[in-house]
C-alpha cells in the first residue's frame, strides 16, 4: 500500500558519502515559482536554495494551502515532524485520499519514519509535465526493534507532488511516487565502532551494544581479561555469515541491505554483526569466526 511507502519502500542503502541507487534530481530543469513561507513555517538559513525546517522553529496552520510544489513538500513533512497526521492527510493527492481514509492514515503513523528534520535540496518538473518531483535531505528519530524492524537516521526522499486541491490550483503530495532511500554511516566507522567495543569488552565492561544481542553472544565474553591487541579484517555484508537468517527473521529481509559483519581477528576471533543506528554502528549480534 502506498501509505507505507516511507516505512518500506527503501531503495537499496546508500552511504553517507552519498552514493544512491535512484537518479538524483538536479535543480537544472524546469521549476516551479520559488515558493513562499507557508503559513507561519518559518525558513532556516540556507537561503532560497535550500530550507531547512526543524521541530523548534517550524510551525502549520490548519488551514495553511501550499500554493508551489517546494511549499507542498514543506508544509507535508513540517505534519510529519510535528506529528499532526490530520493536517498531512489533507496534504495528500486526490487519488491517495480517495484510496485512503483519515482513520487508515492516522494508524500507518506508527509504520512512517518520524522526521526530527529536514532540508529541501532540489526540484524539477516531471518528464510528463503531470507534477514535480521535489528532493529532500532526511533525518529520521532512528531506532531498531525486530516490530519496525530498522529506521535509519537519514535518508534521501524524492518527494512527487501533483496539482490538487480547490480546482486543482494548490500541489498535493502523490505517495506511490514518492521514494526514501537509506544513508548509512561509512562502513570504515563500522570497523572503527567494533575495536572500541572489543575494547571495553577486555575490560570486562559492559558496552554500548543491542539490548539482547543475537547470534552467539556467549562468544563475546572471551574477550574479557583477553591479552593482546584488537585486530579487524575488513567489513563485508550478512552474506558472509554462514547463517544470516536470526538476523532476517528479526529484522526483516532489509537486514541484508544495511547489516555489516566486521571480521574481529584478535585477541579473539569472532564475526561482529552491526547495524546502523542514529549516526553510528551498532554491535547487535555475534558469529563464530568464518
Known sequence: MALILMAVTLSACSSASGSSSTEPITATGPKSPQSTPVGSVE???LGPEGTSLTVDTAGLPADARPTTPRGAVEAFLVTQVTGDSAASYRLLSDA?????SESDWDLAQIEIPRHVDFE???EQELVDQTGFQVAVSARY?????EVSGLIPARASEVWTVVPGGPGGA???IDLGRSTSTPVLPPDAD???MVTAWARTR???AVPDEYAGLLGFPTLADRLCDAEGDVRTAGTEGLDVLDDPNPYLNAFGSEAARWGRVVELTGPVELQVVVAPVDDRWLV???????
Open 43 to 45: 525558513t532556516g538559513p
Open 96 to 100: 491517495d485520499r480517495s484510496s485512503l
Open 120 to 122: 529541501v535540496t532540489a
Open 141 to 145: 528519530q532512528s531506532s531498531l526493534d
Open 170 to 172: 494548490e500541489w498535493r
Open 190 to 192: 563500522a570497523a572503527t
Open 202 to 204: 577486555q575490560d570486562c
Open 284 to 290: 547487535i549480534g555475534i558469529a563464530p569466526p568464518a
